[in-house]
């Protein structure tokens, strides 16, 4: 099991805590183009840590 499985499974925990249910981040609200690329890039690798 590594750190990045533990750190998952705390925010989940304290998520199921605090409000019942692990919230899931909704589908992308804009359509992708070439000024979003580099936000789109960085969300989508914060998403796995947990950060930016």
Do not use: Q, W
């Not at 533990?6 to 981040?25: C, D, H, K, Q």
């Amino acid at each position: 099991m590594s750190a990045e499985d533990i750190r998952r499974a705390l925010r989940e925990s304290r998520a199921l805590l605090e409000v019942g249910y692990v919230p899931t981040p909704g589908g992308p609200t804009t359509e992708p183009t070439l000024l979003n690329k580099a936000l789109r890039a960085a969300t989508a690798r914060g998403r796995r840590g947990g950060l930016l």
